[in-house]
């Protein structure tokens, strides 16, 4: 399978996935970029999948469908132009099978998808951060995270939006002594500069340098107790304080 990367308004990663089995458009947030890019290639897509509503992941998806005449997939009718509403567990389309995980938090009805060792988690999980709490609860968006992080450490991470360097800034703020956090603020500063995506992250990778991984970790206690002296100092404690500092940030 191949990962293609269609950048979209400031920050948005639209990602067509490319395969013998078909051609996957994921969280197409406008139509034109990927409408270009699929003529450009002279191909069709297969299906379109969707991790959830907001408009910068779903304002193309009603346009493609109708002109490529194809099956949406996605939580519920909160998705437009949906033909298939789906849950946690098996999708096959075509002769693929990927995974579907319920990964609720920054929505109540988020979704995600693991193909090929490949995880695309829209707005859940961030290169080194986490998504905001729109819809659901700090335990929510907690115990979707740990779902993520259990996944094999070689899983690619393709998540929705450039957010890396920013993200790593408040890693390195929280985690001072963390020395992947370092090396992975250099990296990220030169694909950056590069005008290279800074992802694929890994699952591995994000469980030694994301703090939103690591709410057990000693750093990452004392740092949650300092913001905020009334933080219990266990992992779901640390996280909802991390995550309000980090709205604050």
Known sequence: MSVHFIPAFADNYI?????????????????????????????????????????????????????????????????????????????????????????????RDHLAYVWNQSLFCGD???????????????????????????????????????????????????DPENPVIQQRQILVRQQRDAGEPSLPSSIGLECASNPFLRCHAPALIASARQFDPDCDGRPLSVFTTLRRWKDQF
């Open 15 to 107: 990602y067509v996935l490319e395969s013998r089995a078909g051609i996957w458009v994921v969280d197409p947030g406008t139509a034109d970029p990927v409408f270009s890019w699929l003529e450009q290639r002279q191909m069709k897509p297969t299906a379109i999948l969707c991790t959830h509503h907001h408009p910068d992941h779903t304002g193309g998806v009603a346009a493609l469908a109708r002109h490529f005449a194809i099956p949406v997939y996605g939580a519920n009718d909160r998705i437009p132009a949906l033909t298939h509403p789906i849950h946690a567990g098996k999708l096959t389309i075509a002769s693929a099978e990927l995974s579907v995980l319920e990964v609720p938090g920054h929505t």
């Open 124 to 174: 859940t999980l961030f290169a080194a951060g986490c998504g905001r709490l729109f819809e659901g609860t700090p335990e929510m968006l907690f115990q979707s995270l740990q779902q993520l992080a259990a996944l094999p450490a070689a899983t690619r991470v393709y998540c929705a939006h450039e957010y890396t360097q920013n993200n790593l800034r408040f890693a390195a703020l929280v």
